[in-house]
C-alpha cells in the first residue's frame, strides 16, 4: 500500500467549504485508482516546544490543522492516478475554489511499512 499524506492550514470558517470540496474530489480520486480519502479537522492539536503541526503550517489564530491522506494499492497506481486526477477537469474545478492557503499545505508520499 502506498499513502499519500497531507498537512494544511484551513480557516475556521471555512470548514463547511472545505468538507463540500473534499467530498466533491474524493470520487474523482477513487475512480482513478484511490483507495480511499480520509480528512480531518484538528480538534486537539497542541503547539510544540520546537516544533509542531501548528508551526509547520504557520498556522494562523483563525485556522485550524488539517490531516488528510489517500490511500492507493501501491505506487505505480498512485503516480498514474494523480496524473489522471490533474488531468480530470471535475477535479480541476474544484481544485481552483480551495477552501484554504494550499502554499501553506506539506504533503507526500509514503510506502507503509507497517499496517498493524
Known sequence: M????????VPIANREAYRQHAEAVAPVFREHGA??????????VPEGKLNSRRSAVLLKPD????FAWITWPDKATRDA???????DLRARGNMAD???????????GFEVIVDA
Do not use: C, H
Request: a negative charge.
Open 98 to 108: 480551495m477552501p484554504f492557503n494550499a502554499q501553506r499545505m506539506i504533503f507526500g
Open 63 to 66: 485556522e485550524t490543522v488539517v
Open 2 to 9: 502506498y499513502v499519500d499524506g497531507f498537512l494544511l492550514a
Open 35 to 44: 483507495l480511499s480519502l480520509v480528512e480531518t479537522w484538528g480538534d486537539d
Open 81 to 87: 492516478g494523480m496524473a489522471k486526477v490533474a488531468a
